[in-house]
C-alpha cells in the first residue's frame, strides 16, 4: 500500500486540483448545488488524471531512477513495471469515466486530450526539452480552464491560464538551466541555445505574464484592491528574472512564490 | 552572497508573510490607501523577523549541522557563527525600526513579544519539545492576527488563527513521530508519552479545528458558498487523521495541505 500511495502522490495530486476549484471560484456568477457538484466532479478527475502522470512517470524513469531515486517503489522493487502500468491505466481510465459525471461533454472531451496530452509528455516529449516545457505548461493553464468550465468558460480564467502558461513555462526554462549538467538523456532548451538566451526567452515570458495582470482592473471592473494584491506578485516575478540569472534554484523556488501570490489575488480580485 | 541568501531562507520568511497580508484581507471593511501601506510595512515586519529566526536557527544548530547538512553556509565554513550572529540581531533590529512604522503601538509590542518567542525558541525552547512545539504553533497563528491588526482585530482572523494553531501543533506533534528515531538532543511528546497517545492528541487537536470550521457560516453571516469550499479542506483533515497513524510523512503532509485549502476556504468566504 505504502508503494501504491509513493507511486500515485497524492499530496501533490491535491494540490493540483485545487486549481480546479479556484477556476470554478473565479468564474462563478449565482452558485447552486449543481455547480458544487460538477465543480467537485472535475476536481475528482483532475486529481485522478494528475496520480496516473506520477505512475507513469515512474513507469518510464524506471531506469534513470535506478541511479538517481533508488528508493522509488519501482527500482527497488516492491512495484514492478508491469503493476505501475496497470495502475496508471486503471486511473485514467477511472478519470474518464468520473469526468462523464460532469454530464459535460466538454469536460470529458477535454480530460481525454489532457490524459493524451500527459501520455505523450511521460513517453516522448519530455526528452524534446522546449517541446515539453510548453506541454506541461499547457496542462497546468488548462487546470483553471477545466474548474471554469464546471459553471461557464471565463474570460478572467482565462487571462488568470495564460499567466499561469507562461510563468510555469519560464519556471520549467530557469529548473533546465540549473540541471543543465545533470540532464544526459534531455535535449533542453539551455543545451540547444545556451543558458544566457535561455534565461532571456524566460525572462521574456515573465515580463509578459506581469503586463497581463492588469487587465482584470483595467477591462473588468475589479477594484483597485486587486491591484494592491498582485503588486507582490508582480515584485516578486520581477525579482525572480534578476535572481534567476544568478542563481536558478532562488529564481525557480520564487516563480513558484509568485504564482501562489497571483493566485490568491485572483482569488481575492474575484471576490470583491 | 549566496550564503547569507542561503541563511536567510527568503522564500521561506515570504511565504510566511503571506499570511498576515491573508489576515488583513479577511479582516478589511472599508479600505484605503493607509491600510494597504499598513499592511505593507506589517507584511515586511513578518518577513524579517522570519528571515532572522532561519539565520538564529543555523546558528544555533551549526554542531548537529556538520553532521545533517554539512553544506549548509555555517558547517561548510562560508559564514562564520559570529556573523550569523550580527546578522540575525541586524535583521530583528531592522524588523523592530520597520514596525514603528505601522504607527501601531500594538503591531510594535506584537513584534517584539514575537522575537522573543522566536529566541526562546531557538535557544531552548526546540529542545523541549511540546513546549516548543506550541511556540512555534503560536507564532504561526500570531501571523493572521498581525495582518488583521493592520486594520482591526476581527474575530474571524482570530477563529483562522486558533485553527491554524491547532492545525500547526498536531502537524508538529505528528513529525516528531515520524522523527522519533533520528531525535536524540530533544525531548519530544512522542518520547515522553509514546507514538500511540502523541498522534491521539494530534487526532484531538485536528477535531477541535475541524469542528471550528463551520463558525464563521452559524454565526457570522457567512454564505453556504463557504461551507463548500472548507469541506474540502476538512475532509483533507480527518484524512489526515487515519493517514498519520499509518504513515507519519504523508500524514503530516497532509495536514499542511488542508492547512492550504483551509485559507482558501477563509478568504474565499471572507469575500463573498
Known amino acids: 500500500m505504502k508503494g501504491y500511495i509513493s507511486l500515485m502522490r497524492p499530496l501533490n495530486a491535491i494540490m493540483a486540483s485545487l486549481g480546479t476549484i479556484i477556476g470554478g471560484i473565479i468564474a462563478r456568477e449565482s452558485l447552486s448545488a449543481l455547480y458544487f457538484y460538477r ?101 497546468v493553464g488548462l487546470i483553471f ?14 487571462i ?39 534565461l532571456v526567452a524566460s525572462a521574456v515570458f515573465i515580463v509578459i505574464a506581469v503586463s497581463l495582470s492588469p487587465i482584470p482592473y483595467l477591462f473588468f471592473g475589479w477594484k483597485i484592491f486587486y491591484v494592491f494584491v498582485v503588486a507582490i506578485s508582480d515584485i516578486l516575478f520581477i525579482a525572480s528574472v534578476f535572481f534567476s540569472f544568478h542563481d536558478q534554484t532562488v529564481g525557480q523556488n520564487l516563480i513558484k512564490v509568485a504564482m501562489i501570490f497571483g493566485l490568491i489575488a485572483f482569488l481575492v480580485g474575484s471576490s470583491i
Chains 1, 2 share one sequence.
Request: charged share 15%; net charge positive; glycine share 6%.
Open 145 to 158: 480552464v477545466y474548474g471554469s468550465l464546471s459553471i461557464r468558460l471565463s474570460y478572467l480564467v482565462l
Open 160 to 198: 488568470l491560464s495564460v499567466m499561469a502558461f507562461l510563468a510555469n513555462l519560464a519556471r520549467e526554462i530557469v529548473k533546465d538551466v540549473e540541471d543543465v549538467r545533470g540532464d544526459v538523456n534531455r535535449v533542453t532548451l539551455p543545451k540547444k541555445i545556451g543558458k544566457g538566451l535561455s
Open 39 to 139: 465543480l467537485y466532479i472535475a476536481m475528482a478527475t483532475v486529481f485522478l488524471v494528475l496520480m496516473a502522470g506520477n505512475v507513469l512517470n515512474d513507469y518510464f524513469d524506471a531506469d534513470v531512477d535506478r541511479i538517481n531515486h533508488p528508493k522509488r517503489p519501482i527500482p527497488s522493487g516492491q512495484i514492478s513495471r508491469a503493476s505501475a502500468r496497470v495502475l496508471a491505466i486503471v486511473l485514467f481510465a477511472t478519470a474518464v469515466v468520473v469526468s462523464v459525471f460532469t454530464f459535460n461533454l466538454i469536460q470529458v472531451i477535454i480530460a481525454i486530450i489532457a490524459i493524451l496530452l500527459l501520455i505523450t509528455y511521460e513517453w516522448k516529449a519530455k526528452a524534446l526539452g522546449l517541446t515539453g516545457n510548453i506541454i506541461i505548461s499547457l496542462l
